[in-house]
């Protein structure tokens, strides 16, 4: 019923409605469609009851009408149209009106009102008319698409977030049996069968213990971005100490000294920070080299913009892996070399992405790490922590 | 005479009840282990009807909350609604460590909560504990009594 | 006085027994806010935040109320109603603690909804030992109801690597 396939000159017929008392004015209308280049099939109607039935039967592609009828008025049309949620345009056709009727008319929801004795605009007006409706089409229809593929990903990423929730969260009970009862077996049987058996049970023991934590650590991951960050105001120097003083016992055991500078306060989830923090010093700690572990965290302001680096004088990383790294479950060494699941970068990522910064290393083999973070200096107005 | 001291036991994972009466036997008081599968079956236990017709008032009870059937909740709401039974000690034992569902125990009724912890060690411990708190230290309401 | 998180609410009014508890939770590191009031009516003047405590919220409430049943003012055994019948504040774990061996106090009490009963022991190591199990108890074992004030999940949180 739409016009949705014409352009600005309609390929087929034109329908027109013309509200329209007096013939000879509507004749001259149609004449100058016609001159303009329009194939028009025109009615003519002069009451309300005449014009709403027309509407109903010929759903016509443009209205034009006189603005003074003896009957009628043709803002009243207007009227009509609005009512009936349809998106007609309607051309004003009439003698003199003066400016500010005009627009007020315009204001109403007129498209446009040519003089009875200019028609020569008429075609150029109704082209303009139909141009506009068309435009106004399809741009809705990007909106409607924008918004539709907005919510698609929108819940498909929820999904998956509550995927890998509901997957770990109903892990652990089944979890929980296995590690239970293998420790069980363990604590009563040792020594009491063979030697394979100790062997397989303590096998046992230690693959359900690491599934316990690769479990927890999934959990993790997945909260990052379906509990929604809790942005405000987070005093940085106070997150470290925090997590330094959860570090004591690892940091006393590798003879570890972690220095940094007076850091900024950001805009940021907390916990979440204390969790980059915690994981990139934790790191620090644990991958060191044949020294004591040096580390120092610092952070310095660029455009909008805080950097934070945590260097090391620890193993180094290959820079054809700088990228890996932060791959969920990459772990460059062997369990028995350094122990871990191979998250705790992947989550700094999700955490950092998530405020709006990025995340990196700089480093060499044998030459200690520096890994870099950007967070935006002020509370943004709507974003930062965008949570999708 | 003495009466034996009855914990029921309500939980739907046999595992998590064996690891319970494995911690039981060792503690000190004389203690017997009664225990159901779901929440119907332990209004029938305290109810004493059906198949529990002929079983004692456990002076204990430790309620899971995710059965099968009838709900840990809705257990917890019907015994303390119960003039009969409401005095007795219920500690809800549950993997759950969510606030709503601590917060709405204790709406209910329930004397205390005690989260199931996660490794061996620590779950014996928390169950050694319950029972060494309400069969050691606590009094409990003489079976005698009824309103 | 403190309007912070409170662990125990002790209502006591004999000296010596308030000495010993103090001492037994202190000992044991089992609570670190411990509050006395020495009356029944002070107690509920405090659970209901009126009176001299009008500035306290019912969003925070202590973690556990150990209660003595021979009170002054009012006795333990109203307290221990008002505040089991009152839905601002039936959710707070009231154990009592009393010389009392009266059979009718041990089943009212139940009745009433107390959380649990305790029998103080005359002797002077065992009431340390009893009152030191119930602070473990119910400040350990137990995870209370966790209210607005105190916005942590019950448990400990996992730091992964």
């Keep these: 019923m739409t016009p949705a396939d014409d352009l600005g000159a309609p390929p087929g017929q034109l329908r027109v409605l013309h509200v329209e008392d007096n013939a000879l004015d509507a004749e001259l209308v149609a004449q100058a469609l016609r001159k303009g280049g329009f194939s028009a099939s025109v009615v003519v109607v002069q009451t309300e009851a005449e014009f709403a039935r027309e509407l109903s039967s010929n759903c016509p592609d443009v209205v034009l009408a006189d603005y003074n009828l003896p009957q009628w008025k043709g803002m009243e049309a207007l009227e009509v149209l609005q009512r009936q949620g349809l998106d007609i345009p309607l051309i004003l056709v009439s003698g003199a009106l003066g400016d500010v009727t005009a627009v007020e008319c315009i204001k109403r929801g007129a498209t446009d009102y040519v003089l009875k004795d200019g028609l020569a605009r008429l075609p150029e007006a109704v082209r303009r008319a139909l141009q506009e409706k068309h435009l106004l089409h399809l741009r809705r229809l990007a909106e409607g698409n924008l918004a539709r593929k907005v919510e698609e990903l929108a819940r498909s990423n929820a999904d998956l977030e509550q995927f890998a929730y509901v997957a770990s969260h109903d892990l652990q009970e089944p979890l929980r049996m296995v590690a239970a009862y293998t420790q069980l077996l363990a604590e009563r049987y040792q020594g009491r069968l063979d030697e394979d058996a100790d062997k397989f049970i303590g096998y046992a023991c230690e693959g359900a213990s690491r599934m316990q934590a690769l479990i927890l650590d999934l959990l993790a991951f997945s909260r990052v971005g379906r509990c929604g960050a809790v942005c405000g105001r987070v005093d940085c120097d106070a997150a470290v100490e925090e997590v330094l003083l959860s570090l004591g016992p690892a940091m006393q055991a590798s003879g570890a000294v972690v220095t940094h500078a007076a850091l900024p306060v950001v805009w940021a989830d907390r916990s979440q920070m204390t969790q980059v923090f915690q994981n990139l010093i934790g790191n620090a700690i644990k991958f060191h080299g044949k020294e004591p572990p040096a580390i120092s965290v610092q952070a310095e302001k660029a455009d909008e913009q805080w950097m934070f680096s945590v260097s090391d004088n620890g193993i180094g990383i290959a820079p054809e892996y700088a990228e890996n790294i932060f791959v969920v479950f990459q772990r460059l060494h062997t369990r028995t070399e350094y122990p871990g699941n191979g998250i705790g970068l992947a989550v700094c990522k999700k955490i950092i992405e998530h405020c709006g910064g990025k995340i990196w290393v700089d480093a060499q083999v044998g030459h200690g790490s520096t890994f870099k973070f950007t967070l935006p200096a002020a509370a943004p107005a709507e974003e930062g922590c965008a949570r999708l | 005479m003495k009466q034996v001291s009855i914990i029921l036991l309500v939980d739907d994972n046999p595992a998590d009840v064996d690891l319970a009466r494995v911690a039981l036997q060792e503690t000190l008081h004389r203690v017997q282990v009664e225990s159901v599968g779901d929440g119907e079956a332990a209004l029938s236990f305290l109810n004493r009807t059906g198949i529990h017709a002929e079983k004692l008032r456990p002076d204990l009870v430790i309620l899971d909350l995710n059965l099968p059937k009838k709900d840990g909740r809705t257990v917890l709401a019907e015994l303390k609604a119960n003039a009969d039974l409401h005095t007795i000690p219920i500690v809800v034992f549950s993997t759950s460590r969510s606030a709503p569902d601590i917060g709405r125990s204790y709406e209910l009724g329930a004397n205390c909560y005690v989260s199931k912890p996660g490794n061996l060690k620590d779950y014996l411990a928390a169950v050694q504990a319950i029972e060494q708190f309400w069969f050691g230290s606590a009094s409990l309401p003489t079976k005698g009594q009824l309103n | ?161």
Aim: hydrophobic share 40%; proline share 4%; with cysteine.
């Design chain 3, 1 to 161: 006085m403190n309007v912070g998180e409170l662990d125990i609410l002790l209502v006591e009014d004999n000296q010596d027994d308030m000495d010993l508890a103090l001492h037994a939770l202190r000992r044991g590191n089992l609570a670190n806010n411990i509050f006395v009031v020495r009356d029944g009516e002070e107690a509920l003047d405090f659970l209901f935040c009126r009176g001299a405590y009008a500035h306290r919220s019912f969003a925070l409430p202590p973690k556990l109320v150990l209660l003595d049943l021979k009170l002054p003012k009012v006795d333990g055994m109203v307290v221990l109603k008002q505040t089991k019948s009152d839905t601002r504040t039936k959710t707070i774990p009231i154990v009592i603690m009393t010389s009392s061996k009266e059979e009718r106090d041990l089943a009212e009490s139940y009745k009433l909804g107390v959380n649990s009963y305790i029998q103080k022991p005359v002797d002077f190591d065992q009431f340390r030992d009893t009152v030191k199990s119930v602070g473990l108890y119910w400040l350990v074992t137990n995870q209370a109801p966790v209210t607005d004030g105190s916005k942590q999940l019950a448990g400990a949180t996992h730091d992964s690597r």
